[in-house]
């Protein structure tokens, strides 16, 4: 059986890594972890609870590559108030759960704000995540 | 000819339980304090996905700890149960491997934790410890979703050339037995997480039962 990838974990100001045999706990410095998703090409993004925004870093050695997606302002729509968990979508967007707007950010794979999707029902969101639903498709 | 498949759908925890995303606002999918089968959601925190399907949410209210598994409209079972042990679960993700992976904080000894299970809830056992207070997982390797939207599996010794969808590209993310002989996989499976851009791929023979993920190029 194959060996399973590194697995991040938001812990606190800092975001561990942990590869099967050893665990690594200043493996990036933060201010408030919240939501993790690497993405296609293997960097690791991390978004800020602190200050609501969201970093890239290089997966193998958790050095900070830029900033993703800035915080803009409590009042600019485009900006994250209350980020919380993260995952890339099978469009290439970054979609950001925000508990204090209660909406969900989305962002394109540049890092540039393109919509908030809400509702009346949607409160203090948390989580996000897509389903499977189209990857079992063609075995040979 | 790559067959049409269907769209994932997003899907975001929060206080009124597991809402889905219909593209341009989140309704009801799991509503908290329901449920329907045999088990009730009161406080979800996390929802996963396994490749067969199946949904997971993990519920971290403080009478009925656990990981339900949705099918259907139902709750059909409460794969894992931490009303009587003394861990305080976080948050949870479904692995590579197709395992559920829950992070939290072991009450005796006062450390976070990363806890694993197979789908089914058996196999209980603790990945990482050592932690403060864990909270959001990911793993080394690119969102299940992004792999859409295909899955390419070689059966035993089944190899060839595949065709790719034009701008498709190919990463190999697990191999589940990697034969030695097969120099195609090999060369492949040094670089498991990067990206190439042919047109086909080629299997060598011996290169079976290799799960090969296709995707296309996002469109950001």
Not at chain 2, 43 to 62: E, H, K, N, Q, R
Not at chain 2, 117 to 137: C, F, H, I, K, R
Not at chain 2, 148 to 177: N, T
């Amino acid at each position: 059986m194959a060996a399973l990838p590194n697995l991040f974990i938001s812990d606190g100001d800092n975001v561990d890594v942990f590869n099967g045999s050893s665990l690594n706990t200043n493996f990036i410095s933060t201010n408030s972890a919240a939501g993790l998703a690497v993405g296609v090409d293997g960097t690791l993004y991390a978004v800020s609870r602190d200050d609501a925004q969201v970093y890239s870093y290089n997966a193998m050695t958790g050095a900070l590559t830029g900033t993703f997606v800035p915080f803009l302002g409590s009042t600019d729509p485009g900006s994250v108030q209350g980020p919380a968990g993260m995952t890339w979508g099978p469009d290439g967007h970054l979609y950001i759960a925000d508990v204090t707007a209660s909406n969900v950010h989305v962002y394109s794979g540049t890092g540039a704000s393109l919509t908030s999707l809400g509702s009346a029902t949607l409160d203090q969101p948390t989580h996000v995540a897509f389903n499977r639903t189209g990857q079992t498709l063609r075995r040979g | 000819m790559w067959p049409s498949i269907a769209r994932d759908k997003l899907f975001a925890v929060d206080n009124n339980g597991v809402e889905q995303s219909n593209g341009s606002e989140f309704v009801s999918y799991i509503e908290a304090i329901s449920g329907g089968g045999a088990y009730v959601l009161n406080v979800p925190s996390s929802v996963a996905f396994s490749s067969t399907g199946d949904t997971f949410v993990l519920d971290i209210s403080g009478n009925s700890p656990g990981i339900l598994r949705f099918t259907g409209s139902t709750f059909d079972t409460q794969v894992v149960d931490y009303s009587h042990i003394d861990f305080i679960p976080s948050e949870l993700v479904v692995g590579p491997d197709d395992k559920l992976y829950v992070s939290g904080v072991d009450l005796d000894t006062g450390l976070g934790e990363v806890r694993d299970y197979n789908l089914d809830g058996t196999g209980e056992a603790v990945l990482v410890s050592g932690l403060n207070n864990p909270t959001y997982m990911a793993f080394a390797a690119p969102e299940p979703s992004t792999l859409s939207p295909a899955v390419l599996r070689c059966r035993p010794r089944r190899h060839g050339e595949f065709p790719l969808p034009p701008g498709g590209r190919i990463a190999i993310l697990r191999p589940v037995h990697p034969s030695p002989r097969a120099e195609s996989c090999r060369r492949l499976l040094r670089h498991p997480h990067r990206a190439h851009r042919p047109r086909t791929a080629t299997l060598g023979v011996g290169c079976w039962a290799l799960e090969c993920w296709m995707f296309l190029p996002t469109r950001a």
